[in-house]
């Protein structure tokens, strides 16, 4: 996965986020027709090529900049595709986009086996003929299409199988949408130094899989737990049926009770419905009944007893296919006899990335700072030794 930080700092500038790529007479009116419905229901920005705009073999300009506008292409592969000089054309420059531009690229295989376009045999060499038989003079320009069909016919895609169109659009769809969350822009100071551990983090919570899975992260207090896990949180719930932060547990639960936390994890992924119960065991039976179903995101903000766990998330089977939880606790083995699928421990902020955060908290600036502060500011970004929580307090004793 690339740069989170600077696939943020892009995706902002895109007009659109897929560019949905198909043989006009093999799909419009079908399965590209209903994915493309189905992605515009979903809020996916999507481009689909006008008709009056294929005409001949080559590409209309208008593609080739709606290409570079999207963050994404997605590519329907079909039997017949390979005898379009117009759609190679069109996968050449998506390709290209992608090696030079970072342009993410997913391939749907509709009705053609992925290996037949690596190999380029049975109806794909046939197709590769009649273009070799035209082009006699231009022999680059079909070598260009071979390497891009290999290239693409190499990343992992979607496959249809014998599966329900339905069911395989809407996993489709679910997936992009889960990719695009990642890429929204971070706010402000929450940004600094936190590229890395997004990206890290997001390896370990795999979203779009069709699994339940429970991360921790681990650290000491001031780290930045809480802050990545609310980045994370507010980048992906809008792609779960439900979401629930449960900030403060520690606190929260010595001063109120654990029952009040399931009240409040209930309450906030089935907002329209009130739930009376007086104890824990009767607040497990209904989590895992109202929920078991659904595909949730939940974060347990600072954890400090295995008890928090056993009552407001209990098994993995309690929720939905493909939900997360996120844990943060400061104890690196409290979390030991529960079944954790992956740990994440943050680490200090760099030297550059520290006197940053100190100068955004200190001065709102995040620039070097004339001589009058600069060596002060590197002199407290020392004694806070790269913790985030000290930089701000630190930082927060210079605000006028």
């Given at each position: 996965?690339?740069?989170?930080?600077?696939?943020?700092?892009?995706?902002?500038?895109?007009?659109?986020?897929?560019?949905?790529?198909?043989?006009?007479?093999?799909?419009?009116?079908?399965?590209?027709?209903?994915?493309?419905?189905?992605?515009?229901?979903?809020?996916?920005?999507?481009?689909?090529?006008?008709?009056?705009?294929?005409?001949?073999?080559?590409?209309?300009?208008?593609?080739?900049?709606?290409?570079?506008?999207?963050?994404?292409?997605?590519?329907?592969?079909?039997?017949?595709?390979?005898?379009?000089?117009?759609?190679?054309?069109?996968?050449?420059?998506?390709?290209?986009?992608?090696?030079?531009?970072?342009?993410?690229?997913?391939?749907?295989?509709?009705?053609?086996?992925?290996?037949?376009?690596?190999?380029?045999?049975?109806?794909?060499?046939?197709?590769?003929?009649?273009?070799?038989?035209?082009?006699?003079?231009?022999?680059?320009?079909?070598?260009?299409?071979?390497?891009?069909?290999?290239?693409?016919?190499?990343?992992?895609?979607?496959?249809?199988?014998?599966?329900?169109?339905?069911?395989?659009?809407?996993?489709?769809?679910?997936?992009?949408?889960?990719?695009?969350?990642?890429?929204?822009?971070?706010?402000?100071?929450?940004?600094?130094?936190?590229?890395?551990?997004?990206?890290?983090?997001?390896?370990?919570?795999?979203?779009?899989?069709?699994?339940?899975?429970?991360?921790?992260?681990?650290?000491?207090?001031?780290?930045?737990?809480?802050?990545?896990?609310?980045?994370?949180?507010?980048?992906?719930?809008?792609?779960?049926?439900?979401?629930?932060?449960?900030?403060?547990?520690?606190?929260?639960?010595?001063?109120?009770?654990?029952?009040?936390?399931?009240?409040?994890?209930?309450?906030?992924?089935?907002?329209?419905?009130?739930?009376?119960?007086?104890?824990?065991?009767?607040?497990?039976?209904?989590?895992?009944?109202?929920?078991?179903?659904?595909?949730?995101?939940?974060?347990?903000?600072?954890?400090?007893?295995?008890?928090?766990?056993?009552?407001?998330?209990?098994?993995?089977?309690?929720?939905?296919?493909?939900?997360?939880?996120?844990?943060?606790?400061?104890?690196?083995?409290?979390?030991?006899?529960?079944?954790?699928?992956?740990?994440?421990?943050?680490?200090?902020?760099?030297?550059?990335?520290?006197?940053?955060?100190?100068?955004?908290?200190?001065?709102?600036?995040?620039?070097?700072?004339?001589?009058?502060f600069s060596e002060l500011s590197e002199h407290i970004v020392n004694y806070a030794g790269g913790l985030p929580l000290a930089l701000e307090v630190l930082g927060s004793f210079f605000v006028r």
């Open positions: 996965m690339s740069s989170l930080l600077s696939t943020s700092s892009s995706i902002s500038r895109k007009k659109y986020d897929v560019f949905l790529s198909f043989r006009g007479e093999d799909n419009r009116k079908n399965f590209a027709d209903h994915l493309y419905d189905a992605l515009k229901r979903s809020g996916i920005i999507t481009f689909r090529d006008d008709p009056k705009l294929e005409v001949g073999e080559e590409i209309a300009p208008e593609l080739f900049k709606a290409i570079q506008q999207s963050w994404c292409s997605v590519i329907i592969f079909s039997e017949t595709d390979a005898f379009s000089g117009w759609c190679l054309e069109e996968l050449a420059e998506i390709v290209q986009q992608k090696n030079v531009n970072g342009h993410k690229v997913f391939p749907i295989f509709y009705d053609v086996d992925p290996s037949d376009l690596r190999k380029q045999k049975e109806k794909v060499g046939e197709a590769f003929a009649e273009h070799e038989e035209r082009y006699k003079e231009d022999k680059d320009k079909i070598q260009k299409w071979r390497n891009a069909l290999t290239e693409v016919a190499n990343i992992k895609g979607w496959h249809l199988h014998n599966r329900h169109e339905s069911a395989f659009i809407g996993d489709i769809v679910k997936n992009i949408s889960a990719k695009l969350c990642q890429t929204y822009p971070i706010i402000h100071d929450e940004s600094v130094g936190i590229s890395l551990h997004l990206e890290e983090l997001y390896s370990k919570i795999n979203i779009g899989e069709d699994d339940v899975r429970i991360i921790e992260i681990c650290g000491m207090g001031g780290i930045g737990k809480t802050t990545l896990a609310r980045v994370v949180y507010t980048q992906m719930s809008p792609y779960f049926e439900g979401k629930s932060f449960l900030a403060d547990i520690r606190e929260v639960s010595n001063k109120c009770g654990l029952v009040s936390l399931q009240k409040q994890l209930l309450s906030q992924i089935l907002p329209d419905e009130c739930f009376n119960f007086f104890n824990v065991h009767e607040g497990n039976a209904i989590i895992s009944h109202r929920l078991f179903s659904k595909e949730v995101v939940v974060v347990l903000d600072d954890v400090d007893h295995v008890q928090h766990l056993k009552y407001l998330v209990g098994r993995q089977d309690w929720f939905g296919l493909g939900s997360r939880i996120i844990v943060t606790t400061r104890d690196e083995h409290l979390l030991r006899s529960y079944r954790i699928d992956d740990v994440y421990k943050p680490t200090t902020l760099n030297p550059n990335d520290a006197l940053r955060l100190f100068n955004l908290k200190a001065f709102d600036s995040d620039t070097m700072l004339k001589d009058d």
